[in-house]
């Protein structure tokens, strides 16, 4: 069997060897992702696992079947990226990595929420500046005197809420399908809006759909309390920034923390560091001191690396052996 991974990043290929060894499977590296001038490359396989961050051209699902290919294994837990009525239309088995390390992500989530509660950023830079002073500007909160709202309480939820509840926050949530091991650590309210609107800290973990694209827009922050706190490690397309924006400028936000964004694929996870950024957004953002981007990079650790490369080459694997595999998300 031959497998073809697109998009490898370095740290990747230690696990991906490992596994391949174990499972007497060939494997190539290509470190660009699969597009429509690469496609042809796969009739040397029998499948392929790729790490898209962008969108796959609607065209392409086509060529892919025509190599005889029968599935794409992607090696994250979204798959936003693809058009799965185009790829079931061409008999393409679209798969995921649902849960490969919820613990990298929810840490993360806390970290952030830790740095924009506690202005980090504002008394490094005031320190930076030789301004050693206690002023109200960075003064801060206790995560124990305050309401968290978790909202989507799956996996790297609930764990978010565990690590909270561990602080002795007071921990809420919202689901359309509550977790029951999530109420170890919260208690569920009745709609979205009385989540947000009782809590201090609001952090997200949805996945992407068309009915939360752009969830947290202006009508919603309207609800909140003044003075909130956002933290987003989950889709940036649930938020529209703009109206984040706007937010933070009233004061009706605090501060943000945000692991992905709405229009990151061009940038993320690329470097940029002698090229020109051209999104007047992404800049603002960046510049702000009441904002912590990062770029998605909450899941990057070397747990959730090696079972990212792991899960997604097993799914393509099984595919190639049964037809089907476990982790099909069309």
């Not at 596994?19 to 590296?29: C, L, M, P, R, Y």
């Not at 009915?211 to 649930?238: C, H, P, Q």
């Not at 912590?292 to 747990?303: D, M, P, W």
Request: aromatic share 8%.
């Amino acid at each position: 069997m031959k497998l073809i991974m697109f998009g490898t990043r370095e740290d990747e290929k230690k696990a991906a060897l490992s596994w391949a060894e174990k499972n007497n499977v060939e494997i190539t590296f290509n470190p660009s992702p699969l597009t429509l001038e690469n496609v042809h490359l796969l009739e040397e396989y029998d499948g392929l696992s790729t790490s898209q961050t962008a969108p796959f051209e609607d065209d392409i699902y086509e060529k892919i079947a025509a190599q005889g290919i029968k599935q794409v294994a992607q090696r994250s837990a979204g798959f936003d990226m693809f058009n799965l009525e185009k790829a079931t239309a061409h008999n393409l088995i679209i798969s995921n990595v649902p849960s490969y390390s919820p613990n990298a992500i929810a840490e993360y989530a806390v970290t952030a929420a830790m740095n924009i509660i506690r202005n980090t950023e504002k008394i490094q830079n005031k320190v930076k500046q030789h301004d050693f002073t206690w002023n109200k500007s960075i003064i801060s909160k206790e995560i124990r005197s305050m309401t968290v709202a978790i909202i989507g309480t799956g996996r790297i939820g609930t764990i978010a809420a565990q690590i909270f509840n561990g602080f002795g926050a007071k921990v809420i949530g919202y689901d359309l399908a509550p977790n029951e091991k999530a109420e170890a650590f919260l208690t569920y309210t009745d709609s979205l809006e009385e989540a947000i609107g009782n809590a201090d800290l609001i952090s997200i973990h949805m996945p992407l759909t068309k009915e939360n694209t752009y969830m947290f827009d202006k009508s919603l922050f309207a609800k909140m309390k003044d003075g909130v706190f956002i933290v987003n490690t989950a889709r940036g397309k649930i938020v529209n920034t703009k109206d984040l924006l706007d937010a933070l400028n009233s004061g009706k936000v605090a501060a943000a923390a945000l692991d992905t964004y709405e229009n990151e694929a061009p940038y993320f996870p690329k470097d940029f560091s002698d090229k020109s950024v051209e999104d007047d957004v992404l800049l603002e953002l960046i510049q702000r001191e009441d904002v912590l981007i990062s770029q998605h990079i909450a899941f990057y650790t070397e747990t959730a690396v090696m079972n990212l490369v792991e899960g997604g080459l097993d799914s393509a694997k099984q595919v190639i052996e049964t037809g089907s595999c476990d982790n099909r998300v069309n």
